[in-house]
């Protein structure tokens, strides 16, 4: 526990989602403050703490970790770096915020989990959503029965991004639809069905190179009996499509754009001939997840994207890969 003192933070890696993901929350939130950035670039880390108001620049990655006025790392490294850095960070005392997915595979999650548990620091994987008020009320709704049971759960997230060159289509740094995006409409699917996933019974991909995956879609079924299917893209035919759509026995709940409700969203509850729209008000869903990960260091509310879910997340990840004939990321793809 940190008591009065702001939980200091350091950030590994200029990148370019840090400003988004840490820096602009970190001005509302006093709890916070960001002390430190490294880069493979030392001279780059300089400039990003000049533009960026941030007090030191570290030469490496393990200067930074070994920084005691450091209290917690945001790591917001290539996915393949994820594992190797944040079980390093958690090794030197750090607490860590990890950006999304988690890992390479679940078998990197398991070990970083291990790792938070050996070493008694907080590993929280970065689905900001979570921590909107839009997802705590739409949970309210389903459990209220006012739909019924859960028989079915689509979760799509698309976005534009034909770039082939960009990270997120490199194999050797964890790349594809599935990493990036697809993620997300996982960690949905599991949210808004309350269970999780028994088995991944159809899973087919569209590749931008040889294991990459630039759009990816799974049939899921559930131990209750119900359905699901996940959509994740990158570069397709569905330029733009960030939803869910959770079908239950007496009506249904459609919600456009769960993952930054804080830009605009609508939440649609039908029942029979009913139909009723919710907005729900918060700040920006980084705002809302920072503010929660240093309450949660301090002693606080346990956070729900934690490590051990960040483990359940990867696994259906994998399985969807293996589902639609390509390797897990980290893994030798099959001969």
Known sequence: MLGS????IGALGAARITPMALLRP??????????????????RARKFARKHGIPRAHESYDALLADPEID???NPLPNSLHCEWTIRALRAGKHVLCEKPLASNAEEAERMADAADETGRVLVEAFHWR??????????????????????????????????GDIRYRLDLAGGAAMDVGCYAVSMLRFFSGEEPAEVTSARAKLSSPGVDR?????????????G???????SATLLKVSA????ERGDLRIVNPVAPHLFHRMTLTTGVR????????????????????????????????ARDGVRNMRVIDAIYRSAGLAPRGEPAAS
């Not at 003192?5 to 200091?8: F, H, K, V, Y």
């Not at 970190?26 to 001279?43: G, I």
């Not at 839009?134 to 029965?145: H, V």
């Not at 759509?245 to 239950?248: C, D, N, P």
């Open 131 to 164: 921590y909107h008020p839009l997802a705590a009320r739409a949970r309210e709704i389903l459990d209220s029965g006012e739909i019924g049971a859960v028989q079915r759960v689509e979760t799509a997230m698309c976005i534009p991004l034909p770039v082939p």
């Open 5 to 8: 003192s702001p939980l200091r």
């Open 229 to 235: 299917r996940v959509t994740g893209s990158l570069m």
């Open 215 to 227: 759009w990816i879609q799974a049939d899921l079924r559930f131990p209750s009996g119900a359905s």
């Open 245 to 248: 759509h959770i079908t239950g």
């Open 275 to 306: 139909r009723r729209r919710e907005r729900v008000r918060g700040d920006a869903t980084y705002t809302h997840q920072l503010r929660a990960f240093a309450a949660h260091v301090s002693g606080g509310p346990a956070m729900p994207s934690d």
């Open 72 to 74: 917690a790392i945001y």
């Open 26 to 43: 970190a001005r509302h939130v006093p709890e916070v403050e960001v002390v430190a950035v490294a880069a493979r670039d030392c001279e």
